[in-house]
């Protein structure tokens, strides 16, 4: 997945590590289904005011086409099958993404629109009479030829690139589909486990994390909360910095923390990497390793979308509550999906 210049192009890089894509490669002469079950009665017209204009829905979408890193999740939580979706950027086979199979049960091949950037003639190609991509990192031009081609939702102004909070997008989502109630309720469903989560481990709250992504920039890069996927962490009650930051070798100590959660290494990686494993936050036992970016457990938390938060608070909660337990001689039982 994909942020640019020094800062962005970094952030893109980090974004590609980790969200791993969206939805099936390729393509298939068989186009898939649109929409299962109509939206509410008398939800449109819709005008939605984003960063760039207003996306203006006349009449309830047949055809969406999603061109954001993640934003498949979201329309198929709501119930709709993407007619065209933005290529898988990572090595996850997102077509087995295992919080999506009923979603995805009989969608075939779905068309993609593009990997790094947006493929603008292969969206145009589809026919989409909705474009989504509330995580696209989309610019002003391509944002003014995609709604040449049909109405475009894009993210607000409100939040920086690539940080919109998940449940900002499902009800952004919903509202364009015409289903503000289905996506009000799906919100709801998820803060519910979460806050069941957090009434269970009061001791998340205010401790401080740090998120690292391996393999990136200098080798580790820190997330803050200008990036989606430390929400997670945050919503329950994690504290991480504000800003997302290239990490140097000579830096490690930036990754020192209550709690340490690492993307992309495995339990052989840490070992493997002698300053990383130097640190005080890995030696205490306080470190939760979310694995390679082939698994599941990485690819869940790069989606960040409705469908999988729940199957990563089942995978990942009790790793990060042996670890903010602040006794050294708990063991850690690492994620191992």
């Known amino acids: 997945m994909p942020r640019r210049p020094v800062r962005r192009t970094a952030a893109l890089l980090a974004a590609a590590a980790l969200l791993t894509g969206l939805a099936a490669c390729g393509s298939s002469d068989e186009e898939p289904a649109a929409a299962a079950g109509p939206a509410a009665g008398g939800a449109f017209p819709v005008s939605i005011e984003n960063k760039f204009g207003t996306t203006e829905v006349a009449e309830e979408p047949q055809r969406v086409v999603t061109v954001g890193f993640n934003d498949a999740d979201f329309v198929l939580a709501l119930g709709v099958t993407p007619v065209g979706v933005r290529e898988n950027l990572g090595d996850y086979d997102v077509t087995q993404r295992p919080w999506a199979q009923e979603q995805l049960a009989g969608a075939g091949e779905i068309p993609t629109v593009g990997g790094a950037e947006i493929d603008v003639e292969a969206v145009a190609a589809l026919r989409p009479d909705l474009i989504v991509g509330v995580y696209s990192y989309m610019d002003q031009a391509v944002y003014d030829q995609l709604s040449g081609i049909a109405p475009t939702l894009a993210q607000t102004d409100r939040y920086a690139d690539g940080a919109t909070p998940w449940q900002e997008q499902t009800l952004l989502t919903g509202q364009a589909l015409g289903r503000e109630d289905q996506a009000q309720q799906v919100v709801d469903d998820v803060e519910g486990r979460f806050d069941q989560v957090t009434s269970e481990n009061p001791a998340f709250a205010g401790t401080s994390l740090a998120l690292d992504l391996t393999g990136v920039g200098s080798g580790h890069y820190a997330l803050g909360r200008d990036d989606l996927r430390t929400q997670f962490f945050t919503d329950l009650?994690?504290?991480?910095?504000?800003?997302?930051?290239?990490?140097?070798?000579?830096?490690?100590?930036?990754?020192?923390?209550?709690?340490?959660?690492?993307?992309?290494?495995?339990?052989?990686?840490?070992?493997?990497?002698?300053?990383?494993?130097?640190?005080?936050?890995?030696?205490?036992?306080?470190?939760?390793?979310?694995?390679?970016?082939?698994?599941?457990?990485?690819?869940?938390?790069?989606?960040?979308?409705?469908?999988?938060?729940?199957?990563?608070?089942?995978?990942?909660?009790?790793?990060?509550?042996?670890?903010?337990?602040?006794?050294?001689?708990?063991?850690?039982?690492?994620?191992?999906?």
């Open 237 to 337: 009650g994690f504290a991480v910095p504000d800003t997302s930051t290239d990490v140097s070798q000579e830096r490690l100590d930036l990754l020192e923390a209550d709690v340490l959660a690492v993307n992309g290494y495995t339990a052989a990686d840490a070992a493997a990497d002698p300053l990383f494993s130097g640190l005080d936050v890995v030696t205490g036992g306080r470190t939760v390793l979310l694995g390679s970016y082939s698994g599941a457990v990485s690819a869940a938390l790069g989606f960040g979308s409705p469908l999988s938060l729940p199957f990563l608070l089942d995978e990942v909660v009790p790793a990060l509550a042996a670890a903010a337990d602040g006794d050294p001689a708990t063991t850690v039982e690492q994620p191992t999906v």
